[in-house]
């Protein structure tokens, strides 16, 4: 296990990896957005636990529920809703343009990856996407702008026009079940990955703190970039801690130089 808090050792660090590996996963958390000034979700004095995503049974039983949910969304959509990728978000979508980042699994619902230029199919939402709604009775895709007008003039958020069921977020709130093929998608890219980098997550949201796990046993190398410990550093192969940005102005084009460089 490497441990580095060098700046210059960790990019080493890092890129010796990248260069090692053929078919690399990304699997990235709320720490990869903190440098654009959307807070993650427990560092001291986030914003998130003053405003806690209600748990999905209060939201489905209870109207009184769904209208705090919609009120504390909004507060969080006006903190981060304008702001846009990142270096690091760059970093990773010069990844998968390079063909070496077969896939970037996230818990992230801040539609950032989106917003930083990977396509659509690079992509595995694991905890869904807060930039939409969904009807939790036919699935019919609602805009935000449209429930937040509704919810501002009437003081409920709207019903579906369509089946007239319970319109959500479409993110995946605590108790609500995991999405099927987002899933399935996630564990797919994990066993054929060669190489899986970790980017800002605490790892302690499961299942999908599982996931890098899975693909270390199926063979897979871990990498763990983050600013804290996690519960999985002990099965990482490498673990660099310090902030992204600091860290990670890597070019993709020059990794395979600097490994061969070191490795003289
Ligand atoms: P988390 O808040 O539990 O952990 C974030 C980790 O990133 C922490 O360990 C922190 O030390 C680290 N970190 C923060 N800034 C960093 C930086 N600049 N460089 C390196 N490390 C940094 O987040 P999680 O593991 O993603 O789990 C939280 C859950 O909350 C997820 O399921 C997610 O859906 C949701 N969430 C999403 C967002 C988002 O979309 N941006 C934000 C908050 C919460």
């Given at each position: 296990m490497a441990e580095s808090e060098d700046f210059a050792r960790a990019r080493e660090v890092i890129a010796a990896f990248i260069a090692s590996c053929e078919s690399l996963v990304i699997f990235t958390g709320a720490g990869i957005s903190t440098e654009v000034g959307?807070?993650?979700?427990?560092?001291?004095?986030?914003p998130w636990l003053t405003n806690k995503p209600v748990p999905f049974q209060d939201y489905m039983a209870s109207e009184a529920a769904r209208i705090e949910a919609w009120r504390r969304k909004f507060v969080m959509d006006d903190i981060y809703r304008h702001l846009g990728p990142g270096q690091t978000h760059r970093f990773i979508a010069e990844g998968v343009a390079s063909g070496k980042v077969r896939c970037v699994v996230t818990q992230?619902?801040?539609n950032l990856h989106q917003r930083s230029?990977?396509?659509?199919?690079k992509i595995v939402e694991l905890?869904?996407?807060?930039?939409y709604a969904l009807c939790m009775g036919c699935d019919k895709r609602h805009e935000i702008a449209a429930v937040r007008k509704h919810f501002e003039c009437h003081g409920v958020p709207p019903g579906c026009e369509a089946c007239g069921g319970i319109v959500k977020s479409a993110t995946i709130s605590f108790g609500q079940k995991m999405p099927v093929e987002a899933l399935r998608r996630a564990q797919q890219a994990m066993v054929q990955a060669d190489g899986v980098m970790v980017l800002g997550?605490?790892?302690?949201?499961?299942p999908a703190a599982d996931l890098p796990l899975m693909a270390v046993e199926a063979g897979a190398r871990l990498l763990i970039v983050n600013g804290e410990k996690t519960p999985l550093d002990s099965a990482a192969e490498c673990i660099v801690r310090g902030q992204l940005p600091e860290i990670l102005p890597i070019s993709w084009a020059l990794t395979e130089v600097n490994v061969s460089e070191t490795s003289r």
């Open positions: 959307v807070p993650d979700f427990r560092s001291p004095g986030s992230n619902i801040d230029g990977i396509p659509e199919d905890h869904g996407n807060g930039s997550s605490s790892l302690v949201v499961r």
